[in-house]
């Protein structure tokens, strides 16, 4: 790796606190993650709901970082956290006031939803639990962009282009769905 | 110069997406609606036979193993491609008359079919879930295009909501399955028999993601609504082209990604089946309107095509084949009488009741819905029939005779509503007073080719039989060319 004097590796211990300090780091940003995302599932007002969503959006671009993915880490600030959620807020604050101070949310089928969903919890913890995982460290080093951009190119050249096709059509939906075409009655 | 090889045998799918280029641009600069149906058919035209010569192509991985060309893949895109010109052909008229034909329609199906092609032929579970993806949210619009009727507003929201729920479920089983094997490539997940808990949690959640989409019960809670309140040749396209490129990658995956599984996702397929045929023949059978009884019928459809797949064998996935193919014919031509009928009253007019002595008025669609419908219904002399006969042969030859009893005794039962659509047109008195007009030339001349195609496939099944059979028999990776 360019730039990285020999001498600068850590030790044993230097490399098992570290180690210690990335799961605290973890654990720390876990929590912020699920605990936004609890609360912007159980929040009745859709503003705070929104701004519990930015909290859980970053803590997951946290996670990114501590997993050397430096770049997506960075995609995710700038495309959910500052691109998409500004527009819900914008999209929120913009629209009547009483319009939005009315639009709580309500909670039907209480009984058969939280079933389903504490069978998928449960499924899903036993799994977790009963799974042999093999913990890799990832290796340490810089440039994922370049390794980024080659796969892009090369591996996964068809589903990048691919995307390119969705976004466009995303984009024409949003379009034909929100304006009013002039010949419709 | 491996990529250019590879965009050569990718030929369909970029072919429609530059036309769905040149029709925004069109829509763009020159809004002129004749030029952006010419370009759609025609690309759509060049794209079937591209799709039609890949059938005889060598199967090869291409795009470093992303996608998969020839057999079934090639059989998957070529279905998909006829049924978009189909659906194209009819659209046009039927948009126009009920004052609908956007150019965006355009543009958003050929997107849709790439989608489609996309997924039809995916060799890894990331271009699987680009290709459902692009197809689901062109699908999601399309529903939703006739604003103005409550019905089509309904359709379009609950498809997205219940859709996007259901992605996310394909998803979760695709990180689980990545956990379980370390790789998405269809292959390379084959090799694993088990691979502990987490695995087998990943395999359930895919499939969830796909029972969601070609609506198997129980998860077909959102088809009646959403095939009622889209756009009747957009319910036909939904129908047939959404739920062929579905059927032909999950064989794709069950195939190559699940070989060593197919005891386990065998015996869910049955309880799946099972289920599917009961439920969507016994709730058509009361239902009054006729678009939704097609809607409950296509849900019945979807368990006879699971009776194959549950086979787990090579003459049960070319059974299948040959079923979608069955299926994608009359399904668009019964659609597209039920919209010619219907643009002469508005969206509402689907009721079996006033259809009630339409048999005589314009003899030609009547005696079409009719083909068409006998069709459905699986007797012979006709292609419904045969794709029946060859999944339920199939399914007793691996030993699940159970099942093909089953089947056998819902598709008796969906005789009944099947023709009791023709007893309304026939032998029932009309109280509306309604004058049919002719519908134009193309409409009439793809709705008899669809007739024509049907009986053809029925009568002389052989040809397209024994290549399908042809796809399944060697090694995966075998590459002979095909006859």
Redesign the interface.
């Known amino acids: 790796m360019p730039g990285k004097p020999a001498n600068d590796k850590p030790t044993y211990d230097e490399a098992n606190r570290l180690m210690e300090l990335s799961a605290i780091l973890f654990y720390a940003f876990t929590v912020l993650t699920v605990g936004s995302a609890a609360y912007m599932v159980f929040s009745k007002n859709i503003v705070h709901a929104a701004f519990a969503l930015i909290f859980s959006l970053s803590g997951v671009a946290a996670l990114y970082v501590l997993l050397y993915a430096d770049f997506v880490a960075a995609t995710q600030i700038l495309v959910y956290v500052g691109g998409i959620l500004i527009l819900i807020l914008f999209g929120i604050m913009l629209t009547t006031l009483d319009f939005t101070e009315n639009l709580k949310t309500v909670t039907v089928n209480m009984l058969p939803a939280s079933l389903l969903s504490g069978a998928v919890a449960v499924l899903l913890l036993y799994v977790f639990f009963a799974a042999e995982w093999t913990t890799i460290v990832p290796a340490d080093r810089d440039g994922t962009m370049y390794d980024l951009g080659m796969m892009l190119m090369n591996e996964y050249l068809l589903p990048f282009q691919i995307a390119g096709v969705l976004l466009l059509v995303a984009i024409i939906g949003a379009l034909l769905m929100s304006t009013r075409h002039k010949n419709e009655p | 110069m491996e990529?250019l090889n590879d965009m050569l045998l990718?030929l369909p799918a970029i072919i429609i997406?530059v036309a769905?280029l040149i029709v925004?641009m069109v829509d763009a600069y020159t809004k002129n609606a004749t030029m952006i149906y010419t370009v759609s058919v025609a690309s759509l035209i060049l794209a079937l036979a591209a799709s039609v010569y890949g059938l005889f192509g060598p199967t090869v991985d291409i795009?470093?193993g992303?996608?998969t060309t020839g057999g079934t893949a090639a059989f998957g895109t070529a279905l998909v491609v006829a049924a978009t010109l189909f659906v194209v052909v009819l659209s046009r008229e039927y948009l126009t008359s009920i004052?609908?034909n956007?150019a965006?329609v355009y543009?958003?199906i050929l997107?849709?079919t790439?989608?489609m092609i996309?997924l039809a032929t995916a060799n890894?579970l990331?271009?699987v879930f680009?290709?459902l993806?692009?197809m689901s949210?062109?699908l999601?619009?399309l529903a939703?295009?006739v604003?103005?009727e409550k019905t089509g507003i309904e359709a379009?929201l609950k498809y997205f909501l219940l859709g996007s729920f259901a992605t996310g479920f394909f998803l979760y089983g695709i990180a689980?399955l990545y956990?379980?094997t370390g790789t998405t490539r269809l292959a390379d997940i084959g090799l694993y028999a088990d691979a502990?808990?987490?695995y087998w949690?990943g395999v359930g959640l895919l499939l969830v993601g796909f029972f969601f989409k070609v609506s198997v019960v129980p998860f077909h809670m959102w088809t009646p609504d959403v095939y009622e309140g889209a756009p009747t040749t957009i319910t036909a396209y939904m129908a047939t082209a959404a739920k062929t490129a579905a059927f032909v990658s999950l064989i794709l995956i069950l195939e190559r990604a699940l070989p060593l599984a197919v005891e386990q996702w065998s015996g869910v397929l049955v309880v799946i089946a099972i289920l599917t045929m009961i439920l969507g023949n016994i709730v058509a059978m009361v239902q009054n309107n006729v678009k939704r009884m097609l809607a409950y019928s296509s849900i019945a459809h979807a368990g006879y095509v699971l009776v194959g797949l549950a086979a787990g064998t090579a003459a049960g996935y070319s059974a299948v084949l040959y079923y979608l193919l069955a299926y994608t014919l009359m399904n668009i031509g019964a659609f597209g009488v039920v919209a010619y009928y219907e643009r002469h009253k508005g969206m509402q007019f689907n009721s079996v009741d006033q259809y009630a002595g339409m048999g005589y008025k314009q003899p030609f669609m009547a005696v079409l819905l009719g083909i068409f419908l006998f069709s459905l219904a699986g007797i012979p002399p006709f292609a419904g029939f045969i794709g029946k006969y060859q999944v339920f042969a199939a399914a007793i030859q691996a030993d699940l005779i159970g099942l093909a009893i089953v089947g056998v005794l819902a598709s008796v039962a969906g005789v009944y509503y099947y023709l009791r659509v023709l007893v309304f047109l026939y032998m029932k008195e009309g109280t509306e007073e309604i004058e049919l007009t002719q519908a134009g030339f193309p409409y009439r001349s793809v709705l008899l080719l669809l007739a024509l195609l049907t009986i053809y496939f029925g009568v002389l099944p052989g040809g397209l039989s024994e290549l399908l059979a042809g796809f399944h028999q060697g090694t995966l990776y075998s590459g002979t060319p095909l006859p």
């Open positions: 990529i990718y997406t769905g925004m795009f470093y992303m996608a004052n609908h956007f965006e543009t958003l997107f849709g790439v989608g996309v890894d990331v271009t680009m290709g993806e692009t949210i062109a999601y619009v939703g295009i604003r103005d379009a689980l956990g379980a502990g808990l987490i949690a």
